[in-house]
């Protein structure tokens, strides 16, 4: 059996299609996830949509729905946007599943019977945006006439003008007093604590995963995990009163993936384990946004301790896309839909500027024009240009009056390779393998894009459009465009994770058709060391297009 790799994008919120900033999450994921498959490891890939909560009731309402035929609907519509832009996810899950609802009230039981799981009559501030409750050191006043925020101040006294809201949506909590389930969080302080020591690479990058440790050791507070007052979500199995609350309840998605029971009382037990997906478990990667990281990094790990489980190797912590420098906000309108964005545009434009422009764990503000730049000049021009005058030069050299191929055989571009750039090559492979494993996709395309940048170089020395026209250096010409096309082709195996419709149209034209399929059989390394033979048939289509700056 293959090493496995489970990945996995944050849990989206079913009252909102996904949006650019989920586009990003998610166009992480399927990247890392490309590049483990093709190196070698057997894939879970998951994605999710979180439903049991009251924002979903309030919106099926708001449009005169019932809950369920409003959730259908709004499942689809995430699933046509993953769909569109070629996620390739292995599993998408809803929490309104039933596999999911038995699994949650398996682990609920399972923590409850350690006691740790207790019941408590509260009164607190809730902001149902977050889904979770605030004390006074979360809000920050909102002046109502500026519409500006500036943190709590005890001089400062709440008026009409003058509001505590939640700094992430901006609107009051709501003031709540009921008798809930709380889960002993305090408890595992001391582990958590002991596990960072251990795991000084459990959350990335450092600054976020400093921002967790500093959090934990101010002291940590129980926190609610069920509700009374919500009826739609998950039944608590030791109180059916009270449905879980929305992140007890969201987490195990992660784990109700692995989960495939088989209940057939004639099937034996082996078989039965032989057939779920545990084998994916621990997770060797959560992707999620900074504003989710607590939840992750805390009240997760905790949460899987209680009921008996590993914890995730690794969490990729990604901070936010803003537009005009504003958080993307369902009040602002500001939200750029991935997928009219890239029938306007391109999916490779989206991709390369949300992965190329910035690190991941920095925020961004979105910039058409800056992305546009950036596409012309690195796929475009630098990367276009060069496939285009090795298929120009090399039709030319064996066609050079323009004839038109017998039969559409084409022409093999073969020769010897030239050492100029080798160890430039060898250099880039190494760091590229390196930065990959480590998910570090800006420099994976940095490094790749230097590397072109080499060879342009390397092309612009050798001149071949000049050496062409001396049938005594013909030969020599045969040599540079085969060294060119041969390094082409190790960067394209490398961008395949980014770019694979455009890597796939590449190795097709050039006579390498079966390179998908051993791409998608773990043979990464395979391809890198084979020395091909290039069959090209005719002088193609502009391979990135240029896009004007509005």
Same mark, same amino acid.
């Given at each position: ?36 498959k093709i ?16 924002k ?78 605030k ?14 925020t500036?943190?709590?101040d ?19 909590p709501?003031?709540i ?13 001391e ?18 995963y ?6 934990v050791?101010?002291w940590?507070d ?27 309840d969201?987490? +195990?998605n992660?784990?109700?993936?692995? =989960? ?5 009382? *004639?099937? $034996?037990?082996?078989?039965? #384990? %032989?057939?779920n ?9 959560h ?39 504003q ?13 009219? +964005? ?5 999916? =490779?434009?989206?991709t390369l500027?949300? *992965?190329? $422009?910035?690190n991941?764990? #920095? %925020? ?29 030069l ?20 073969v ?20 930065s ?58 490398n ?20 390179y998908?399929?051993?791409?998608e ?27 004007e700056?509005?």
């Open positions: 059996m293959k090493d496995t790799f489970f990945i996995t994008t944050p849990i989206y919120y079913t009252n909102w299609v996904p949006h650019i900033g989920h586009a990003y999450s998610s166009i992480i994921a399927d990247t890392i996830a490309r590049h483990q190196s070698g490891k057997q894939i879970k890939f998951s994605t999710w949509v979180d439903e049991n909560s009251q979903a009731v309030d919106a099926a309402e708001a449009l005169w729905m019932e809950t369920m035929p409003y959730l259908d609907m709004m499942a689809d519509k995430h699933k046509a946007v993953w769909d569109w832009l070629n996620i390739k996810y292995t599993d998408f899950i809803r929490t309104t599943e039933q596999r999911h609802h038995n699994f949650v009230r398996e682990v609920l039981q399972k923590s409850f019977d350690k006691w740790d799981i207790y019941e408590w009559e509260y009164e607190w501030m809730y902001c149902v945006w977050c889904e979770w409750f004390k006074d050191e979360d809000l920050v006043y909102l002046n109502k006439t500026t519409n500006s500036f943190p709590i005890k001089k400062v006294v709440e008026s009409d003008n003058i509001i505590k809201v939640c700094p992430d949506h901006l609107k009051t709501d003031k007093k009921e008798k809930n389930y709380f889960f002993k969080l305090s408890k595992y302080q582990f958590l604590e002991e596990y960072y020591d251990e795991n000084d690479e459990f959350v990335v990058p450092n600054e976020r400093n921002e967790v440790k500093a959090f050791k101010r940590l129980d926190f609610s995990i069920s509700r009374e007052t919500n009826k739609f979500g998950i039944k608590l199995p030791f109180d059916e009163t009270q449905v879980t609350y929305v992140w007890y969201a987490l +195990f992660y784990l109700t993936v692995c =989960d495939r029971p088989h209940t057939n009382p *004639l099937l $034996s037990k082996q078989w039965r #384990q %032989d057939q997906d545990m084998k994916f478990w621990p997770a060797d990667l992707v999620v946004a900074k504003d989710i990281i607590r939840f992750h990094a805390i009240y997760w790990p905790a949460m899987l301790k209680s009921a008996w489980y590993d914890l995730p190797k690794q969490i990729l912590t990604t901070w936010y896309y803003t537009v005009e420098w958080k993307i906000s369902k009040t602002l309108w500001n939200a750029i839909d991935p997928v009219e +964005f890239c029938k306007k545009y391109s999916k =490779d434009l989206l500027y949300l *992965l190329s $422009s910035i991941i764990w #920095q %925020d961004w503000d979105f910039d058409l024009k800056q992305a546009i730049l950036i596409y012309n000049a690195k796929l475009a021009n630098n990367f276009g240009n060069l496939v285009n005058r090795v298929v120009v090399a039709l030319k050299i064996w066609h050079p009056q323009g004839v038109s191929l017998p039969n559409n055989v084409g022409v093999s571009l020769g010897t390779l030239y050492t100029e750039i080798a160890d430039k090559l060898d250099d880039y492979v190494y760091i590229y393998n390196h990959a494993k480590e998910y570090n996709l800006k420099d994976t395309l940095d490094l790749s894009f230097k590397f072109l940048d080499d060879l342009n170089t390397f092309t612009t020395y050798k001149q071949p459009w000049q050496t062409i026209k001396d049938e005594s250096l013909l030969q020599e010409t045969r040599d540079v465009l085969y060294t060119i096309a041969e390094w082409l082709r190790q960067v394209w195996l961008l395949y994770p980014f770019f694979p419709e455009k890597m796939w149209e590449l190795f097709t034209k050039l006579g390498l058709e079966w998908i399929d051993k791409l059989s773990w043979k990464l390394e395979e391809l890198r060391k084979t020395k091909e033979v290039f069959n090209i048939k005719e002088k193609w289509e502009v391979l990135f297009s240029r896009f700056v509005e």
